[in-house]
């Protein structure tokens, strides 16, 4: 079983963040891509809080086989 770990801070989830894993799990024939939330990032401040950031994710996910 192939899988990618996708980790991020998504803040704010977008379709970029859908797409590149989209391709990616096609790339190399994946058979699940899990995506990391991550509590901070080195690069940019997190403004919305994790738990928001957590529900978001989930939603955008429905119905994405593999995520």
């Given at each position: 079983?192939?899988?990618?770990v ?11 963040h ?28 997190v ?21």
């Open positions: 079983m192939k899988i990618i996708y980790p991020g801070s998504f803040d704010p989830l977008h379709h970029g859908l797409t590149i894993a989209t391709f990616a799990k096609q790339k190399i024939s994946a058979d699940k891509v899990l995506f990391l939330l991550s509590p901070s990032t080195v690069w940019k401040k403004e919305t809080p994790f738990k928001h950031r957590a529900n978001m994710l989930t939603l955008a996910l429905e119905g994405h086989e593999g995520f």
